[in-house]
């Protein structure tokens, strides 16, 4: 959450840097271009955090579902013990 959070900030400073532009730079050939290239730089900050929250929710997926496998696939031992069971019962004649 950290990097989501870091760039949810960075695109709030360079939206806020871009919103004050024109009280520092008033030119009236570049002040508008510089605006909107900052705005254009929040933007792609806003769509790394979307896609850090993303890549969080499914890190966490990834984490229950490993931790449900493991507690439902029996370990390598309990195959072991089951295949000796099989084999006994294979050589147990039927009668």
Same mark, same amino acid.
């Not at 709030?12 to 705005?39: C, F, G, M």
């Given at each position: ?7 949810? %900030?960075?695109?709030d400073?360079?939206? !806020? #840097? #871009? ?5 520092v730079?008033? !030119?009236?050939? !570049?002040?508008? $271009? ?17 896609? %850090?929250? $993303?890549?969080? &929710? ?6 229950? &579902?490993?931790?449900? %496998?493991? !507690? ?8 072991t #013990?089951?295949?000796?069971?099989? %084999? ?5 004649? $039927?009668?």
């Amino acid at each position: 959450m950290r990097v989501a959070a870091s760039a949810e %900030a960075a695109a709030d400073v360079v939206r !806020s #840097a #871009a919103d004050r532009l024109p009280e520092v730079w008033d !030119s009236p050939v !570049s002040t508008d $271009t510089v605006r909107a290239h900052l705005y254009r730089y929040g933007d792609a900050f806003d769509d790394s955090a979307s896609r %850090a929250h $993303t890549r969080t &929710q499914q890190a966490s997926w990834h984490g229950e &579902q490993s931790a449900q %496998a493991r !507690s439902d696939i029996p370990p390598p031992q309990q195959f072991t #013990a089951l295949r000796g069971v099989v %084999a006994r019962e294979r050589m147990t004649p $039927t009668g």
